[in-house]
Antibody, heavy 120, light 108 residues
Framework: EVQLVESGGGLVKPGGSLRLSCAAS????????MNWVRQAPGKGLEWVSS????????YYADSVKGRFTISRDNAKNSLYLQMNSLRAEDTAVYYC?????????????WGQGTLVTVSS | EIVMTQSPATLSVSPGERATLSCRAS??????LAWYQQKPGQAPRLLIY???IRATGIPARFSGSGSGTEFTLTISILQSEDFAVYYC??????????FGQGTRLEIK
């Protein structure tokens, strides 16, 4: 069974930093591109960042470019999101999400999410 | 950026009836369109990709259609568990994938 379990969320002050983690299991993690997608309270879904299976290709939404860094450790079956210079508008549930095999951009599995709150 | 617009924002339908949800893209996305269902407090679930292909385990009462800029998700006979928020998403402009703002399907 595919499982994606996020951790690392919490309350942080504006300008602060946070590192999210996602532990993957039930599939060959090193074979899949992965994503972070966020959802502000009561709002819709927003793609944040993607990383290819071997970390060769990394992409960011303009809203987080230069502030967030996505990475992965295939030996540990883990995905990460380093978030710096956090702003109030970064407040959201952050989902770790797997690309469907052979269908880049189609997300077939999602974690349950971790809440990040940016507030003074 | 490709903007996805869903209508209506809220749809009220009785159980057992048909629900039709719409999604429009600001430019052509070919058939690179997916639909997701999200229930309160849960992560989204993939329903449809390729505009009309049901994902694994998705009941046949869910169907998708359209291409280019106009898309439709139809739920033929609404069950109680189908009341949720539905999002369309384009992946034609991958990696810059974008979602619609969602349609809330509520019990009439």
């Amino acid at each position: 069974e595919v499982q994606l379990v996020e951790s690392g969320g919490g309350l942080v002050k504006p300008g602060g930093s946070l590192r999210l983690s996602c532990a993957a299991s039930g599939f060959t993690f090193s074979s899949y591109s992965m994503n972070w997608v966020r959802q502000a309270p009561g709002k819709g879904l927003e793609w944040v960042s993607s990383i290819s299976s071997s970390s060769s290709y990394i992409y960011y939404a303009d809203s987080v470019k230069g502030r967030f860094t996505i990475s992965r450790d295939n030996a540990k079956n883990s995905l990460y999101l380093q978030m710096n210079s956090l702003r109030a508008e970064d407040t959201a549930v952050y989902y770790c999400a797997r690309d469907s095999p052979g269908l880049m951009g189609v997300i077939d599995y999602w974690g349950q999410g971790t809440l990040v709150t940016v507030s003074s | 950026e490709i903007v996805m617009t869903q209508s209506p924002a809220t749809l009220s339908v009785s159980p057992g009836e048909r629900a039709t949800l719409s999604c429009r893209a600001s430019q052509s996305v070919s058939s690179n369109l997916a639909w997701y269902q999200q229930k309160p407090g849960q992560a989204p679930r993939l329903l449809i990709y390729g505009a009309s292909i049901r994902a694994t385990g998705i009941p046949a009462r869910f169907s998708g259609s359209g291409s280019g800029t106009e898309f439709t998700l139809t739920i033929s006979i609404l069950q109680s568990e189908d009341f949720a928020v539905y999002y369309c998403q384009q992946y034609n402009n991958w990696p810059l994938i974008t979602f619609g703002q969602g349609t809330r399907l509520e019990i009439k």
